[in-house]
């Protein structure tokens, strides 16, 4: 009988990091506690000018330390990308913490079993109780352009089962469904984060054209399905988040969102004005209506009241204010560029 602790690949999490210290420890314990060989996970931090005490936790836990010398978490994970030495990676941020304890496991094994499988997919995200309920908006619908746009959930409640019920199902069994996305409009997700697992050995002879442009891996997930790539995506593995602490946090990570991409910086280039390159000419066309959507008042008051009524929870009549929010900063930004204001901008939530 082989001694399977050898057989196991290493897969290497990357983690990127700026001032974090008040949830690295959470993210990094539920590592500690997943059934896989501690031997066979790497950990590596990368961090932007943190000063509070990140690398002194990060040293603790016998983490790879890097410094990402742009700050900006999208090159962070592209340095990871550089940096990891495993044949998986996975990736979470600093306030995503891994709920099963056999979420790695489980994920290798999806991979090993199905070899068109090359990226795998957690639950979705839950939120941790007592914390802030404008977290369960933000981590379930990001924003009010992401859900007019795409209409997609990571709650675990819908995640998968919107996912059934709209895309192509391969096979699935009671740990996970395998999904071909290659056929018709793609969903709306993103492998940066949230604990998705890739193939890394296969992105590294397959898809060499990420490690050469820092914005490129945010996309690698339309990448994957251009190459008819199959995904699975686990049954029973949330990851809990933390995402925003207070409500002005949230509407700092929504003005970096609005203003990335209306100024076409990096990180712009690396969400929704990249994107762009790699979705039908359809998502173009819709994002000018999102202007009509707002304007409107109805669509997004029904949208409000149907999110809250589903989903059980008053916060997301918050749906149709922050509409004309997201719309404010657009016209706000847009004016900026217009007369060549300078922005500035080193990273989500700035």
Known sequence: MPNKTKVLPLVSVVIATHNSESLLEKVLDSIRMQEYPKNKIEI???????TDNTLLIGKRYFCRLFN?????????????????????????????VLENNKSIRNKVDAMISNDMVKVVVSSGYKIADGYPQINSYLSELGDPFT??????????????????????????DRKKAIFD?????TPFIELTSMGVLIDLDYVRKNVPEIF?????????????????????????????????????????????????????????????????N????????????????????IFPLVDAIYLSLSRGKL???????????????????????????????????T
Not at 44 to 50: E, Q, R, V
């Open 315 to 349: 916060i997301y009549l918050s749906h149709f204010i922050l509409s004309f929010i997201v719309l404010f900063m657009i016209v706000y930004f847009y004016i900026l560029k217009i007369f060549n204001r300078e922005t500035n901008l080193i990273g989500y939530g």
């Open 278 to 297: 790699y979705q039908s000419l359809l998502y173009t066309i819709k994002k000018f209506i999102f202007v009509l959507y707002v304007i409107s008042i």
């Open 68 to 96: 990402n010398p742009k700050i900006d978490q999208v090159y962070a994970k592209y340095m990871g990308y550089l940096k990891a030495k495993g044949k998986y990676l996975l990736f979470l941020d600093s306030d995503e």
């Open 181 to 185: 996305f290659s056929e018709g409009p």
């Open 212 to 276: 050469k442009n820092p914005s490129t891996h945010t996309h690698l997930f339309y990448l994957m399905n251009f190459k008819k790539n199959l995904f699975a995506v686990m049954k029973d593995d949330p990851i809990v988040h933390y995402s925003a602490s207070t409500l002005s946090s949230y509407f700092k990570k929504l003005r970096s969102r609005v203003k990335s991409n209306i100024f076409a910086t990096d990180m712009g280039k690396a969400g929704f004005r990249g994107r762009e």
């Open 44 to 50: 590596l931090i990368i961090d932007g000018k943190s």
């Open 147 to 172: 859900y007019f746009m795409y209409r997609d959930s990571k709650d675990p409640r819908f995640f998968k089962k919107n996912l059934l019920r709209k895309y192509k199902v391969i096979s699935q």
